[in-house]
Nanobody
Framework: QVQLVESGGGLVQAGGSLRLSCAASGRTFSNYRMGWFRQPPGKEREFVGRITWSGGITFYAKSAKGRFTISRDNAKNTVYLQMNSLKPEDTAVYYC???????????????WGQGTQVTVSS
């Protein structure tokens, strides 16, 4: 049974930082891309970035580039989203997902975590 479990969300002031974690279990993810998405209140789910398990190759959405960093720890089967210089518009539920395609489209990911809330106050 595949499980993706996010943690690390919370309330932070604008300009602050948070690191989200996504612990993966239940299968081998070596051929998968791990994506981070977010869903602001009342809006569609949007792509933040992704990383390959093997090689650690990353790709970011424009909104994340320069402020967010995705990394992974293969030994712990965990992917991270380091978020710096946070803005109120970063407020959203953040999800990790696993898929085999190099995609920014949520429907092309096979497995999803339950999400973790990030709230950035001004």
């Amino acid at each position: 049974q595949v499980q993706l479990v996010e943690s690390g969300g919370g309330l932070v002031q604008a300009g602050g930082s948070l690191r989200l974690s996504c612990a993966a279990s239940g299968r081998t993810f070596s051929n998968y891309r791990m994506g981070w998405f977010r869903q602001p209140p009342g809006k569609e789910r949007e792509f933040v970035g992704r990383i390959t398990w093997s090689g650690g190759i990353t790709f970011y959405a424009k909104s994340a580039k320069g402020r967010f960093t995705i990394s992974r720890d293969n030994a712990k089967n965990t992917v991270y989203l380091q978020m710096n210089s946070l803005k109120p518009e970063d407020t959203a539920v953040y999800y990790c997902a696993a898929g085999t395609l190099a995609s920014s489209t949520p429907s092309q990911y096979d497995y999803w975590g339950q999400g973790t809330q990030v709230t950035v106050s001004s």
